[in-house]
């Protein structure tokens, strides 16, 4: 079986106690933050390696960098195949840091957009820029609506009511 698969059931499961899944995605968050935190500390360089290498790179058990990898796949170069990944596949964290950063917005994760390392990569003015992007790429701006009385939107000069709003 893929490891997502087993990463999944285990991070999704609806059976599981709620309490005790609460515990779970504290601790990966954690996990998560402390290798966002290296990756963003030298944000140029190439990480590769197999799944199994970078989990030991990394400090964390195999299911966890499972995760990592599912989490920051959007965000990658080039995607990893994590469909398929089993522990010898080789995968790499070379990252977008635009991406990376509109991709932590849009998951609200202010505990990754708001680290520290970001200021290193971009001033103030650039990443209030890339926030507010991002913010405003989820948003949806609905037009007005033509009256029934309005001049037809198609140009025949006739009321909406007469022409198109049939």
Not at 38 to 61: F, H, I, M
Not at 78 to 88: A, F, R
């Amino acid at each position: 079986m893929a490891l997502l698969e087993n990463w999944q059931k285990i991070a999704y499961n609806e059976k599981a106690d709620k309490q005790a899944l609460q515990r779970f995605w504290q601790r990966y968050f954690l996990v998560e933050k402390g290798v966002y935190e290296k990756l963003l500390a030298n944000p140029d360089e190439k990480v590769e390696g197999t799944v199994k290498e970078l989990a030991e790179k990394y400090g964390l058990d195999i299911m966890d960098m499972t995760g990592f990898l599912d989490g920051i796949n959007d965000s990658l170069v080039e995607p990893n195949p994590i469909e398929t990944m089993e522990e010898d596949t080789r995968v790499s964290l070379a990252f977008d840091k635009e991406k990376l950063y509109k991709n932590m917005v849009d998951a609200k994760a202010d505990w990754l957009y708001e680290l520290p390392m970001w200021k290193e990569i971009y001033d103030e003015e650039t990443r209030k820029r890339l926030y507010l992007e991002q913010k405003k790429s989820g948003t949806v701006i609905v037009g007005k609506k033509t009256g029934r009385n309005d001049p037809c939107p198609c140009g025949s000069g006739k009321k909406y009511k007469h022409c198109c709003g049939r």
